[in-house]
C-alpha cells in the first residue's frame, strides 16, 4: 500500500481557548484516520500537527477555520512540516 502521508504545523488564533476547540479537533481528526497533537499555547492560539492522508488533513484542517459552537477563528496559519511518524492524536 503505497499511501502519501503529509504533515502540516496549524496555528489557530481568535477565540479558541475553553471553548473545547483542542478536543473537537481531536474528534475531527480520528474520524479520518489523522494522527498528531493540538495543545493550548501562552499567546491564546491553539497549535496543531496533522499527518494523514493530504484530504483527509484538507478536511481537519478545513473543520480548524471554523472550529466548534463558541469558538471564533479570526486566522488560520498553515505550515508544510515533515511527517514524524505520530500516532494517534493527543490533546496537550
Same mark, same amino acid.
Given at each position: 500500500?503505497?499511501?502519501? @502521508?503529509?504533515?502540516?504545523?496549524?496555528?489557530?488564533? +481568535?477565540?479558541?481557548?475553553?471553548?473545547?476547540?483542542?478536543? *473537537?479537533?481531536?474528534?475531527?481528526?480520528?474520524?479520518?484516520?489523522?494522527?498528531?497533537?493540538?495543545?493550548?499555547?501562552?499567546?491564546?492560539?491553539?497549535? @496543531?500537527?496533522?499527518?494523514?492522508?493530504?484530504?483527509? @488533513?484538507?478536511?481537519? @484542517?478545513?473543520?480548524?477555520?471554523?472550529?466548534?459552537?463558541?469558538?471564533?477563528?479570526? *486566522?488560520?496559519?498553515?505550515?508544510?512540516?515533515?511527517?514524524?511518524?505520530? *500516532? +494517534?492524536?493527543?490533546?496537550?
Amino acid at each position: 500500500m503505497d499511501e502519501q @502521508i503529509v504533515a502540516r504545523k496549524v496555528t489557530v488564533r +481568535g477565540h479558541v481557548q475553553g471553548v473545547f476547540f483542542r478536543d *473537537s479537533v481531536r474528534r475531527q481528526a480520528q474520524r479520518r484516520g489523522v494522527r498528531g497533537l493540538a495543545a493550548n499555547r501562552p499567546d491564546g492560539s491553539v497549535e @496543531i500537527v496533522l499527518e494523514g492522508r493530504p484530504e483527509d @488533513i484538507r478536511d481537519v @484542517i478545513d473543520y480548524c477555520a471554523r472550529g466548534p459552537r463558541g469558538a471564533s477563528v479570526t *486566522s488560520l496559519d498553515v505550515q508544510e512540516c515533515s511527517p514524524q511518524g505520530l *500516532s +494517534g492524536f493527543h490533546v496537550r
